[in-house]
């Protein structure tokens, strides 16, 4: 059985967190909020615990995961170097969506890892992520709390779509304020490197440190991905076909609204995943909408874009159409999600 408990996500009560952190110091498994997406936590430094995580999300063994911390002085926890570079990272970015790979700590389990030298760690930027790191007093591996592959969750109510009954425990903290996952950064390499693109953007990272390579991540180099397992192909799936336009918007929005027509056609119920001022080209296709905000918003287009898919399946839509909004700053971390999600790319 899942027990659901609801707090404040600026205040939670300390009883509850309590509860939760008696449940990872049992071996099980709590969902949590982070500022990114909804985690799924177990003692990080407990191989049993960390196994029901994979068995949990129907993972692969071979996808190593992300430790939270509540405090800097914690890298060396689960990390056997602190180097300089992370004091400044961190001193600009946590707590907050970082995640840094480093060399990882012999007793760390291979698990966690999924059997690499290195591990990745970050402090989350959520009130009640770090009261449960803090009050449990043990690293806490969490990777997003959704079945293997589907859509990261949002809110408490993604987690119980995809892991009631799976898991021992939800904090329902209401909705996540990033929406995508935190940008992954391998520090121990020079230049760093950015393993997957996230709530951090690239030139963010690149004013404080200088300048930061960017792996290939395109999902058709999924094999060779090996080293960030978590790339592999497709990925953040909804249930309905996607379709992902790329190039400039006018263009975009021409080829899509025939997509939509023919679709209709067909008798097909059609999604649009789209910015708000996109969807007016659609008005007389009656398409189900969901708007993610304006065009040049790309905080909430991040923040609504793994709930728009959601709430679009949920129609039982069969068709889910949407478009590029570039790679710039966060447009980065959006562009990654909606290649890996989408079924066809034009
Ligand atoms: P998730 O928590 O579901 O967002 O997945 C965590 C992701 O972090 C993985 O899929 C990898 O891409 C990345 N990651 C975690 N640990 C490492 C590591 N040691 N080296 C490289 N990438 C990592
Ligand atoms: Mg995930």
């Not at 992954?184 to 230049?191: Q, S």
Request: glycine share 8%; charged share 20%.
């Amino acid at each position: 059985m899942t027990i659901t408990l609801t707090l404040s996500p600026h205040s939670p009560d300390p009883e509850l967190i309590r509860q939760a952190a008696d449940v990872i110091l049992r071996r099980g498994l709590v969902a949590f909020p982070t500022e990114t997406v909804y985690g799924l936590g177990a003692n990080a430094l407990d191989e049993e615990a960390v196994a029901k995580i994979f068995h949990a999300k129907g993972r692969p063994s071979n996808d190593p995961l992300i430790v939270h911390i509540a405090a800097l002085d914690d890298v060396k926890l689960v990390a056997s170097e602190t180097p300089p570079i992370v004091k400044t990272l961190a001193a600009a970015f946590w707590p907050g969506p970082l995640t840094l790979v480093l060399p990882k700590q012999p007793h760390v389990p291979a698990s966690v890892t999924a059997g690499l030298e290195t591990v990745a760690v970050r402090i989350p930027s959520h009130t009640i992520a770090l009261a449960l790191i803090h009050v449990s007093g043990v690293p806490i591996a969490a990777p997003s709390a959704n079945r293997f592959g589907h859509t990261s969750p949002t809110t408490a109510a993604h987690v119980i779509d995809d892991l009631s009954g799976r898991i021992d425990m939800i904090l329902d903290g209401g909705a996540t304020s990033v929406g995508v996952e935190s940008t992954v950064l391998d520090v121990t390499c020079t230049p760093p490197m950015i393993l997957r693109p996230g709530g951090v953007s690239r030139e963010a990272i690149e004013k404080v440190i200088g300048r930061v390579e960017l792996r290939d991540n395109r999902p058709n180099l999924a094999e060779e991905a090996q080293a960030s397992p978590g790339l592999l192909g497709k990925h953040y799936t909804p249930k309905a076909e996607l379709v992902l336009c790329k190039g400039e918007r006018v263009s975009a929005l021409e080829k899509l609204s025939e997509l939509a027509k023919q679709a209709r056609a067909e008798g097909r119920s059609v999604g649009l995943l789209l910015a708000n001022e996109d969807i007016q080209s659609f008005a007389s296709l009656s398409c189900i909408s969901y708007p993610l905000g304006s065009a040049n918003n790309f905080e909430a287009i991040a923040r609504n874009l793994y709930a728009g898919m959601r709430a679009l399946d949920d129609k039982n839509v069969s068709l889910i159409l949407t478009r590029d909004f570039g790679e710039q700053g966060l447009g980065l971390a959006i562009h990654d999600r909606l290649l890996r999600a989408a079924s066809q790319i034009i």
